[in-house]
DNA sequence: TAGCAATATGATAAAGTTATCATATGCCTA
DNA sequence: TAGGCATATGATAACTTTATCATATTGCTA
């Protein structure tokens, strides 16, 4: 019985904003920018993090809508489009206290 | 330069519990609960999935504290545990209507 | 306009995740 | 307690994601 096609592509997308988050480099920088706008190399130096591991993750940040650019010259800042992203991250914190130690130990997703 | 430990276990588990969101047969199994708890042999009814695919994802949910089993003879009901799941489940919608489009072309994360 | 600094892009090997198949366990009821 | 239904678990091949390397592009500034 096929499903409804509004119904699957909704899963679709949650499923593309979930995965967004659900990457150690994609979250160091959302907590950055958590703080301020920073550009690529900025974010480089405070992570460790190589350049184009960098650009690549934020294209997929920009291309999910949570970090918005400005053009500043030679540099491009980045920034956290803070009015959904936010308030998602905080209400997770709550969540998070309460289950780490079984999320340590999921056995289906992998803990590295 | 090392990052603080902390910081980073935080980062880990932040990425866990969004690995858990980020799949689609656990996404499908969170919408069918938020409408009311349900054995493993409803939600393989309802989505069509195979019951060890269903089992081996309960699990997951399990662990990472979005369901709790009630166990009842033969069955076992799987419940969503609503006090943060289902608020953020709806922060999200938000988000996904307003960036549909760019989410489905992110080039990172693959749409299928 | 040449050269350099900042950032982006493409290809690919390695690592991680998923569904599936086969099988195991647990709990009823006759 | 034997048999069957409901659910769980382990191993593995197919698929997806990731970081990396090499290279391209863009915009300053001398």
Redesign the interface.
Known sequence: ?PKLQQVYV???????????????TR??II?LLKKKPLTVTEICEKT?FEQSRVS??L??L????FVKITQNGNFREYALDG???I???D??E???Q???E????????K??
């Open positions: 019985m909704m899963d679709n997308l949650h499923r593309l904003f979930f995965k967004a988050f659900s990457n150690q979250l160091e907590q460790g690549h993750n294209r997929c920009e291309h999910c809508g009015e959904t992203i308030p998602i991250v209400l997770f709550k969540h998070i309460k289950y780490k079984r999320l340590e130990n999921c056995g289906v997703i803990d590295d």
